[in-house]
Structures are given as structure tokens and as C-alpha cells.
């Protein structure tokens, strides 16, 4: 079993910069993938990014498209936190993020929403024009 609780999220304007947490609780290793999805109104849960675990490929991370170059996630497993830094945040960024665990993988991690077992509450991010 892994807990998972999300912070961070808020308001802020096109342009700016927000971090998101996510602590982990439940294992004692790290030997896990973590990933953030978001979700906005009307739409699917769409992967962002994802780490796999630290000690396997070096915690070599994974990032969607419309995030590469503007997001960077990392982890610190002396906190078991990971993170999700976003810059050059532009309104359709907007939506509800959420972490999650896939407790089965150490690396290759995928991108569909059934593959993860475990998933924080979330957090709203909202980028106003």
C-alpha cells in the first residue's frame, strides 16, 4: 500500500512558475515508478510525467509533449517526495493534478491511467490569461 498526498497547487498567471509535491507513506523503499496525470473539466486524465526509481536507469524521466522542456520532475526519497517544477505555465496547463504509484515497475513507466495502482486526492492548477 502506498499514500500518496498531493500540495502545491494554486493560482497563478501565464508565464509564472508553480511546484507541486507529492509525499509518499506506506513503503519503506522507493523502488517504485511515480508519475503526475492531470485532469481538466470535460476532459480524460492525460499522463505528464513520470520517474522511475531512483537506483534503476538513475530515476531517468519520462515527459508528455505538451510539458517537454517546461516541466521537470524529480524525487527525493530521503523525503519520499517527488515533484513536479513547472514553468512557462500557459492556461491550458490548467486542471487537476494528481501523483501516482505503479508499485509493479522500476523503470519504463507507462502512460495510461489503469497502470497505476495508487493515486493522491489532487491539487488544482488554475492559469489565468
Known amino acids: 500500500q502506498v499514500q500518496l498526498v498531493e500540495s502545491g497547487g494554486g493560482l497563478v498567471q501565464a508565464g509564472g512558475s508553480l511546484r507541486l509535491s507529492c509525499a509518499a507513506s506506506?513503503?519503506?523503499?522507493?523502488?517504485?515508478?511515480l508519475a503526475w496525470f492531470r485532469q481538466a473539466p470535460g476532459k480524460e486524465r492525460e499522463f505528464v510525467a513520470a520517474?522511475?526509481?531512483?537506483?534503476?536507469?538513475?530515476?531517468?524521466?519520462y515527459y508528455a509533449d505538451s510539458v517537454k522542456g517546461r516541466f521537470m520532475t524529480f524525487r527525493d526519497n530521503a523525503k519520499n517526495t517527488v515533484y513536479l517544477q513547472m514553468n512557462s505555465l500557459k492556461p491550458e496547463d490548467t486542471a487537476v493534478y494528481y501523483c501516482?504509484?505503479?508499485?509493479?515497475?522500476?523503470?519504463?513507466?507507462?502512460?495510461?491511467?489503469?497502470?497505476?495502482?495508487?493515486w493522491g486526492q489532487g491539487t488544482q492548477v488554475t492559469v489565468s490569461s
Open positions: 520517474i522511475t526509481a531512483i537506483g534503476w536507469s538513475g530515476g531517468s524521466t
Open positions: 506506506g513503503r519503506t523503499d522507493s523502488s517504485y515508478v
Open positions: 501516482a504509484a505503479d508499485v509493479r515497475r522500476t523503470v519504463l513507466p507507462a502512460r495510461i491511467r489503469a497502470a497505476y495502482d495508487y
